[in-house]
C-alpha cells in the first residue's frame, strides 16, 4: 500500500537518516560505510578539529577503498569519493543532529557516565520512533539504556576495526531490547553490505569474548619465555589461517584499548578470574604510552 501522505510519519522500519556520535576511527568508519551505502549521515563531534580529522579518516579509506574498485579508472575513484560525502553532513549540536534520526549510532569515548549523559539528552530531543544504538565493546548496553527511556528502542551495533573492511556487525539486543528493534537492526546491517550475528548483552559479545583472553595468552605464552612475539604472529598466522598475528592485532587494536576492556571485565566479575588475570607486559607498555601502531610502539615499532 502506497502511502502517499507526504506529512506521515516514517515507519518504525524505515530508516533513511542515521547519526553518528563520534568521529574518530569506529564513528568515521561508521559514517562512512553508511554514507556509501546511500544513508544520509550526520556525524557528530564536540568541535571542529575533530570532525575535521573524521573527514580525513575518511577521505584516506575511501580512496583506499576506490584504487582497490576501480584500479585504472581516476574518474570513478573521485565519483566514489563525492558521492560518499554528498551524503555526509557534520554537527557539533547533539540535540539538533537527532530532530531528523532514524537511527543513533553512538561511537563515543568508553565511559559509561558520558554515553549516559550523551543518551538522556538525545532521548529528549530525538522522536519517538529513533532506534538508539552504541558501538560499545566494553560496556553493558542494558547500563547505557537505562539513560533513557526507550529501552525497547535501544541495542548494541558492534563494528569491527578497521570498518570499511571487516564484514560482521554484532546485533546486542538486552532483555528490553524489541523484536521489532532487533529486526530494523538486522535489515540496516545487510543494507550496509555486512554480515549481522545476534547476540546477548554479555561481557565482549562474541567476537572480543573469545578474542581478548586469546590475545593476553599470548602474552602470557612470551612472559613465560616459550617463544617470541614475531613467532607466535607467524604461527597463528601460518598455522590458524588469521590474517594478524596476535601482537599484530594488539598493536592494531589498541593496547590501551586491549586493557580497558580486561581491567572492565575484571571489576565486572562476570568472566572467569583466571582469563583477565592482569599481563605485566601489557600493563608496562600502556603505562610507557607504547599503545600500538596508533602510537608509533607496541611490542612492534612502527
Ligand atoms: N579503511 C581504513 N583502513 C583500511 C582499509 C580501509 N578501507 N583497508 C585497509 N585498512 C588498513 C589497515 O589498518 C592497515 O593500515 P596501513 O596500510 O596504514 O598499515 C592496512 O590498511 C592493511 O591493509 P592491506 O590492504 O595491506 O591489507 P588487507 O586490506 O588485505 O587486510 C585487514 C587488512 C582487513 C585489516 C586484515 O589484516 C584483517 O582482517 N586483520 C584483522 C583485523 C581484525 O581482527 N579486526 C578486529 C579487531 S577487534 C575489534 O575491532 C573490536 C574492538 O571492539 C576492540
Known sequence: HHNCFSTSAPTQNAINNITVFGSGLMGAGITQVAAQNGYKVTMVDLDEQYLQKGHDIINASLKRVGKKLYIDDEAKQKELIDSTFANITTSTDSSKSVEAADLVVEAIVENLETKQKLFSTLDKAAPGHTIFTSNTSSLPISDIAQATTRPEKFAGLHFFNPVPQMKLVEVVRTDKTSQETFDTLVEITKKLKKEPVACKDTPGFIVNRL????????????????????????????????????????????????????????????????????????????????????????????
Open 211 to 302: 578474542l581478548v583472553p586469546y590475545l593476553l595468552e599470548a602474552m602470557r605464552l612470551v612472559e613465560r619465555g616459550e617463544a617470541n612475539p614475531q613467532d607466535v604472529d607467524t604461527a597463528m598466522k601460518l598455522g590458524a589461517g588469521m590474517p594478524m598475528g596476535p601482537f599484530e592485532l594488539g598493536d592494531f587494536v589498541g593496547l590501551d584499548t586491549l586493557k580497558f576492556i580486561v581491567d572492565g571485565w575484571r571489576k565486572g566479575g562476570k568472566i572467569d578470574a583466571n582469563l583477565v588475570e592482569p599481563v605485566k607486559i601489557l600493563d608496562e607498555l600502556v603505562a610507557a604510552g607504547h599503545l600500538g601502531k596508533k602510537s608509533g610502539k607496541g611490542f612492534k615499532s612502527y
